[in-house]
């Protein structure tokens, strides 16, 4: 059992340069969500999605773009990224029950140059 | 929009000692909460929730939260801290009426000192 897998673990973009990360769950999991973790920040959502074929903003959705074609798998992509788009993305998952803990990715580290 | 507030950037405790870490909230509506807890270069991994019932709540690893409704708090704590347990605390909400978000405080520190 996997649980949440993201692609890749690592990543250096040029300025402009896109790039798409891929979150996998195999735990049969309705909602899944993008975060970025940034020093003194904490865990800003940036897209969720609530099931297969829907997508939802969330704090800072602004230079991201996310699909959800499959129940399993939610993608991140960044269209021309900016060096205010280095930061580590962690992917979560959970169940449609709003009681339920989300599970998370081993996160990706990227840097924009 | 639901929020959680860790008003401590890092909390310092020596080993033995009771660890407490702060988590406020804000909902529209009744919360589920939840405490997650970071090491390095790892993913959040979930220590214990509050769903509805008992306001003490037990979790993994020795750690309990005590929900308070009038003081919108959901602290996390421990009768006696490990050095192991140094990492990243971070509390988590969702709204129970609302829109399916997981809003999570910035984190705390934990550093236990031997």
């Known amino acids: 059992n996997a649980g949440v897998t993201q692609t890749p673990k690592f990543r250096v973009l040029k300025t402009g340069q896109s790039m798409t990360l891929l979150c996998a769950q195999d735990?049969?999991?309705?909602?899944m969500y993008w975060y970025r973790q940034d020093p003194g920040m904490g865990l800003r959502l940036i897209h969720y999605?609530?099931?297969?074929?829907?997508?939802a903003k969330g704090e800072v959705p602004d230079g991201y773009n996310v699909s959800r074609l499959k129940k399993q798998n939610f993608l991140l992509g960044l269209e021309s990224a900016a060096p205010s788009q280095t930061s580590v993305y962690f992917c979560?998952?959970?169940?449609?029950?709003?009681?339920?803990?989300?599970?998370f990715g081993q996160g990706t580290r990227l840097t924009v140059v | 929009a639901q929020s959680v507030a860790q008003p401590e950037d890092q909390v310092n405790v020596a080993e033995g000692n009771p660890l407490t870490v702060k988590c406020t909230y804000s909902?529209?509506?009744?919360?589920?909460l939840f405490w997650y807890v970071q090491y390095p270069n790892r993913g959040l991994q979930f220590l214990l929730k509050?769903?509805?019932?008992?306001?003490l709540v037990k979790g993994s690893y020795g750690f309990e939260a005590e929900f308070n409704k009038s003081q919108t708090s959901f602290h996390l704590k421990k009768p006696s801290a490990l050095v192991s347990d140094s990492a990243l605390y971070f509390c988590?909400?969702?709204?129970?009426?609302?829109?399916?978000?997981?809003?999570f405080g910035k984190g705390n520190q934990v550093v236990v000192i031997p």
């Open positions: 979560a998952s959970s169940y449609s029950v709003q009681n339920t803990e989300a599970f």
């Open positions: 735990m049969n999991h309705e909602y």
């Open positions: 999605s609530v099931g297969e074929g829907t997508t």
């Open positions: 909902v529209s509506g009744n919360p589920y």
């Open positions: 509050y769903i509805t019932g008992d306001n």
């Open positions: 988590a909400v969702r709204d129970m009426g609302g829109n399916n978000r997981l809003a």
